[in-house]
């Protein structure tokens, strides 16, 4: 992944490298010298140079007014496997933190926001970081539970966590019942807003910042009107949400 962002002077990138360098870097420039690029390295990623599994997933980017704050998971590599150099234990949530004016010229701070093991059967996904205010941000994360092989209906469950404009955690990890989608939530209207989808239905949540969840289900219709004509792509969504009847051909599909 790559993620981006602005201020009023420079540009800030996260990429996620296998090689040269392999790790995670943080960089910016100023938008007129995009040339000349400050880096610093805020995960290290354990293993052979050039080798595509790294063990990581880089989840978000948010900058404050003085700082750099990301997200992402992690094995944590406190013994490494033979062959590919990485830890072989579960994955889990981190956060760091690096000064803007900094950036190339000192280390981020790093640290985890959870600590599971391999007998806690689940481990978190990619986490999205949203950003409510300089001092405010909130990092969540969908349950991948472990035991795929099990015949009970696992639940859906997702993970969130405020931070404040430090990286420091406010308060616990709080555990609901639902799932995040791939597309990042966004905050509008003091509550933190996302959907998904099954292609039968549209859940909306709402997760205030006093942690207050609400969630709205509602079925796909089961006709849909498209217009003009010339979106002639969309039958192949027409035809996954129900069947589809062609009328008017000149002005609309239904």
Request: aromatic content about 10%; glycine content about 6%; charged content about 25%.
């Amino acid at each position: 992944n790559q993620f981006v962002q602005l201020d009023e002077e420079y540009i800030y990138r996260l990429d996620h490298g296998d090689g040269y360098p392999r790790k995670v870097v943080l960089t910016r420039c100023k938008k007129d010298e995009i040339n000349k690029v400050e880096a610093t390295g805020v995960l290290d990623i354990a293993g052979r140079i050039g080798n595509n599994y790294t063990g990581v997933s880089v989840g978000g980017l948010e900058c404050t007014s003085s700082n750099c704050i990301t997200v992402g998971n992690s094995m944590i590599k406190d013994k490494t496997n033979s062959t590919t150099g990485i830890d072989t234990d579960i994955l889990n949530v981190y956060v760091t933190v690096t000064q803007k004016d900094k950036i190339g010229t000192a280390e981020s701070k790093f640290q985890w926001l959870t600590y599971y093991s391999e007998t806690s059967m689940v481990e978190p996904s990619a986490p999205h970081l949203v950003k409510v205010n300089d001092n405010f941000l909130v990092a969540m994360w969908n349950i991948v539970w472990q035991d795929t092989d099990s015949k009970d209906e696992l639940p859906e469950q997702f993970c969130y966590v405020f931070l404040d404009g430090e990286g420091n955690t406010i308060g616990n990890v709080h555990t609901e019942s639902g799932m995040l989608s791939d597309c990042k939530p966004i905050y509008s209207q003091n509550r933190v807003l996302w959907y998904t989808t099954d292609n039968k239905e549209l859940t909306f949540y709402s997760l205030t910042t006093e942690g207050i969840l609400t969630k709205t289900t509602t079925a796909f219709p089961k006709t849909l009107t498209v217009y003009p004509k010339r979106l002639q792509d969309c039958k192949a969504i027409l035809n996954k949400i129900g069947k589809l009847v062609e009328k008017n051909l000149d002005t609309c599909y239904s």
